[in-house]
């Protein structure tokens, strides 16, 4: 009885542990993208002589607004 509910502890811990990298894994990919995609547009806005506004609204799900002048 105690061997299958240690068991079901292990694969049930090993499925929380996966879902945890996995959730891990797609913020961090999403952080990466986003600091690039915001240094392009800096670039961009610095090459044609504008004046950038960043606006950071959730540093979590990565929510920014961007305007070049």
Known sequence: M???KNKYV???LLIALTLLLAVTLLIASASYLN???IGALSLQCHE???EQT???HNIL???????CR
Not at 61 to 67: D, M, N, P
């Open 35 to 37: 600091t690039k995609e």
């Open 2 to 4: 105690s061997l299958s």
């Open 10 to 12: 292990t694969v049930v």
């Open 54 to 56: 960043l606006e950071i």
């Open 48 to 50: 044609n002589s504008g």
């Open 61 to 67: 799900t990565s929510k920014y607004s961007f305007e």
